[in-house]
Structure formats: C-alpha cells, structure tokens
C-alpha cells in the first residue's frame, strides 16, 4: 500500500512565499523555536500545511501570501546588502523608499560595489533566482588601476585558483585606458565573495570601481544611484514563467529618501 502524499506545501516554502525570509531563513527561525502552527510550537520543519492552518512567527500570524513582485533597485556605493549590521553601516535598506513593502535581495554586493541589485518580496523567487543553476550572466563594468594586456586577462578567461578555491570561467574585455586606469566588462555565471576583486589581484590588477550593470535579462539601463523601478507582470510572466494573477503596477523610477 502506497502512503499517500501530505497535503500542502513544507512549511519552511510557505513562509518564504509570504516574504517572512528565504526558505533557508525560515529553516533556522523554525529550528530556533519561533515558528508555531495552529498553536502548537514547531522543532521541525519537516511539516507541510495547507491554507486552513494557522501560522505564527513570534506570536504574530503571518500575512497572506502576495503576487510576487520584484524590483530593480540601483545600489549606491557605501551601503552593506544587509537588513542590518553589526558595525552600524549603513544599510540599503536604511536607503529604499518609505512606502517599499517589505523585500529581501537576491544576491549581494558587496560595500563598495554599486549597479543593479535585484529585490523582491517572494523569499521562493529570491532563492531560486541566486542558485547557480539558474545559468544567468552577470555583467559588471570594472575600472582597474593598471594597464592590463590580453595576456595578464587569459588566466581569468580559462579560470582562476585561490587559495584552493576555483573560480569559473570570466567573460572580460578591455574596453578603454584612461590614464593609469582602465575599464573593464566582465561577465560571470555564479558570483562568489569578492569574486572579480580577488580574481584580478592574482593578475597584478586593483578595482577601484565596480558597477553590475545586468543580472540576466534584467538591465540597469539610466536608473539612477538609488532609484527603485518595479517590474511589470508581463516581464515577470515571460522572463521568469510566473503566471499568479494581478498586474503589478508600473512605478516611475522612486528616488531615495535623503
């Protein structure tokens, strides 16, 4: 006799979908005891549950479940992608308009990296949208102190080894020299820490500036340092294959609040 599936959905995914965390956030807030279902406290979050339980996180039901909605956000130079930090930096969420609903990022740059950061309200689509296999280019714009040749850029091209750890393949062309820098694009297909930072040092190379300039379809275009713009439904349905009704409004590009 064969067990029949539980109804549902994991609870951990439920969650996330709602924009309370990513999935795997939702794994450790389950594990640290601050999640109950129908009132009873949860150790596990091997659960699934269906729209008729009641969800808890911290004593607080959990909002219903939104249309996913994701924003193109361009990210100054000197905010942390954190919601907050232990060294009291500024955030760049201390930076997004007032009347943002609550949006996780997919993604990081780091602090003083700038361009395109993608932000959502659907931990589900921020988890799939950072997995590797998810194959999608990322393009960067990079000024480097030094006058790199085609020699000093193969090693980058055929993958570099750091301390024991392999970097990808890179996508890079020299653009322009202007003066004692140079400006870059470089491509990559999985970002890792400090990735185009630390791969050009092992070529003699120094970024001074580094900008995302495209996260796979989705394009910095004119946005301007802190401006947030909304994707449209259609964008979402095509690019990403999401077919939850509603038509999220288009925005005009938002400033950010000073």
Do not use: C
């Amino acid at each position: 006799m064969t067990q029949e599936t539980p109804k549902g959905d994991r609870i951990a995914k439920v969650l996330a979908r709602a924009g309370v965390a990513s999935r795997r956030e939702a794994e450790r807030m389950i594990e640290a005891g601050r999640v109950a279902v129908n009132g009873k406290q949860l150790e596990s979050p091997a659960l699934n549950v269906t729209a008729k339980d009641r969800i808890t996180v911290d004593g607080k039901p959990i909002a219903e479940a939104e249309d996913t909605r994701i924003w193109l956000y361009h990210k100054p130079a000197g905010l942390v992608t954190t919601a907050r930090d232990e060294q009291g930096r500024p955030t760049i969420f201390d930076d997004l308009p007032e009347d943002m609903p609550r949006v996780m990022s997919v993604g990081r740059l780091d602090l003083n990296s700038e361009g395109l950061l993608l932000l959502t309200n659907d931990g589900e689509i921020k988890r799939k949208l950072e997995l590797p296999s998810t194959g999608w280019l990322r393009k960067y714009r990079v000024r480097v102190k030094g006058s790199p040749t085609e020699d000093m850029l193969k090693p980058l091209r055929q993958g570099v080894v750091i301390n024991r750890e392999r970097f990808q393949p890179m996508s890079v062309s020299l653009d322009r020299q202007q003066g004692a820098n140079a400006w870059l694009t470089v491509g990559l297909r999985e970002g890792k820490n400090r990735e185009i930072r630390r791969a050009m040092e092992t070529v003699g190379l120094t970024v001074n500036r580094l900008i995302r300039v495209s996260y796979g379809p989705f394009q910095l275009g004119q946005l301007k340092p802190g401006a947030v713009e909304e994707l449209r439904r259609r964008v979402l349905r095509d690019q990403l294959g999401l077919t939850n009704p509603g038509e999220a409004p288009r925005k005009k590009p938002v400033r950010r609040r000073r």
